[in-house]
Every structure is written in structure tokens, then in C-alpha cells.
């Protein structure tokens, strides 16, 4: 399975964008699905996650009031509406999906965002 994250681009701060990652080669409508970030120099970490029902989201403290995780199981698609933007939430965003407590079994290619201040 491969994930296709795409919606990245340069933003001026206070902006907005949104993410979008599908699959390619199988649904995966009953996974959890989520976005990691990674910026220059740093360890990547947890943005948001969403249950396969879309009943559960989870943030990180960093995005929470300001990114929002959606997801359309008919596409097996999952967005992240990111506004607010500040110059450090700069970073390449990557996709993942799967399931359990490590529910990282699937990785997408990531897409840079880049917010100018």
C-alpha cells in the first residue's frame, strides 16, 4: 500500500491549507489514519490522528484549535485543515495509516509546508 499526500505549498502566516492522503492499491477504510511533521533539525512528531469511524480525533497540543483531521472512507481519504499557520508549523507532513497502538504500518511520501512569517 502506498499513501499519496498532496496540498503542501508556501503560505504566509496566518494562512491556511489543506493536506489530503489517499491510498493507492487498497482501501483502507477500516485503519486509523493520521499526519506526522517533520522540520529541519528536529525528530518527527504526532500532528493528529482519526479513528476509521471518524469518531475519535486526537491532537497534538501544538495544532490543537487549529488544524482539524477529516476523513472520507468512501476514498479512503484523509485531510488536515491547517489554519491559523505559524512559521513553525514548517515542516515536511507525512501521512500514515494503520491499525492498533502502533498504528503507523503505512507511510506516505510527505509534503512540504512551508509558512512565511
Known amino acids: 500500500v502506498q499513501l499519496q499526500a498532496s496540498g503542501g505549498g508556501l503560505v504566509q502566516a496566518g494562512g491556511s491549507l489543506r493536506l489530503s492522503c489517499a491510498p493507492s492499491g487498497r482501501t483502507l477504510s477500516n485503519y486509523i489514519m493520521g499526519w506526522f511533521r517533520q522540520a529541519p533539525g528536529k525528530e518527527r512528531e504526532f500532528v493528529a490522528r482519526?479513528?476509521?469511524?471518524?469518531?475519535?480525533?486526537l491532537y497534538a497540543d501544538s495544532v490543537k484549535d487549529r488544524f482539524t483531521i477529516s476523513r472520507d472512507n468512501a476514498k479512503s481519504t484523509v485531510y488536515l485543515q491547517m489554519d491559523s499557520l505559524k512559521s513553525e508549523d514548517t515542516a515536511v507532513y507525512y501521512c500514515a495509516a494503520g491499525r492498533g497502538t502502533n498504528w503507523t504500518d503505512y507511510w506516505g511520501q510527505g509534503t512540504q509546508v512551508t509558512v512565511s512569517s
Open positions: 482519526i479513528v476509521r469511524s471518524g469518531g475519535s480525533t
